[in-house]
């Protein structure tokens, strides 16, 4: 994460990533999170604002706590427990990060309820090849125990599969996250189109394979997911849904 993000930046970048992911159908009434780290406030971390359809939110209405769950902004709002209980626990572990998103996606979803999981059936899925770990359900409760797990779980790695409730994916950047979770959701729709058209058996590429279209894809690492994709997205935004901005 650059040293010259801004506050309001990080804000206007966490708004858009709400707008679109509305846009795309992966929302849930008021339900599920993204949330992004506050520049120069270590612990702290913008998050929607309970209550509202992530069409709503806007850079504004963004809310501000921290990782100990408490509201650091003075403003009073709504938080849901989960948002304090997933996303405060790896906000805590990876403070090298700036974006946490966690969906109940259509097709992500879905896929977490599969056994074998995400497979290497795509050229979307190979991004994300060896870079997303499972968390077993346990329930609706986000103890400390499940936290610590969770978090283990995750590592270095870009996301997890939550099993039976979605999915989760993680940035540098907002737009690092976002374009992991298209990523995601696409080469979970893919492959679950897939497996109904074929009784459930599909072509796998090789581990090898594999392997070298990750390093293919991510390169040296000087350049990340989103560096491109994400000024084309908040284009597109800008002319459909200007007033994320506000």
């Keep these: 994460m650059s040293a010259m993000r801004t506050e309001p930046e990080v804000r206007l970048d966490l708004a858009a990533a709400y707008r679109l992911a509305a846009q795309r159908g992966w929302d849930d009434i ?3 999170h993204i949330s992004a780290s506050v520049p120069g406030e270590p612990g702290a971390y913008l998050i929607n ?3 509202l359809r992530f069409d709503e939110i806007t850079a504004s209405n963004l809310v501000k706590v921290n990782v100990r769950g408490e509201l650091v902004d003075g403003s009073g709002a709504r ?3 989960s948002g304090f209980a997933i996303h405060g626990c790896v906000h805590a572990a990876r403070p090298e990060l700036e974006c946490v998103m966690h969906l109940h996606s259509p097709w992500g979803l879905a896929l977490s309820m599969t056994p074998e999981g995400l497979l290497p059936t795509s050229q979307f899925a190979l991004r994300l090849h060896g ?3 499972r968390h077993a359900y346990e329930g609706l409760a986000f103890g400390a125990a499940e ?10 790695l870009d996301g997890l599969l939550l099993d039976h409730h979605g999915t989760l994916t993680v940035g540098h950047t907002v737009g690092e996250a976002f374009v992991l979770m298209h990523l995601f959701e696409r080469a979970a729709q893919a492959q679950l189109r897939a497996m109904a058209a074929c009784g459930g058996q599909v072509l796998r590429v090789s581990d090898e394979v594999a392997e070298l279209t990750y390093r293919q894809w991510v390169g040296d690492g000087s350049a ?9 997205l908040q284009r597109g935004l800008d002319r459909s849904a200007p007033d994320y901005r506000d």
């Design 30 to 32: 008021v339900y599920t």
């Design 49 to 51: 604002r309970f209550g």
């Design 79 to 81: 938080v849901s427990a």
């Design 131 to 133: 870079r997303i770990a």
């Design 147 to 156: 936290q610590a797990r969770l978090v283990n779980e995750l590592g270095s």
């Design 224 to 232: 990340r997911d989103g560096d491109d994709e994400w000024p084309a």
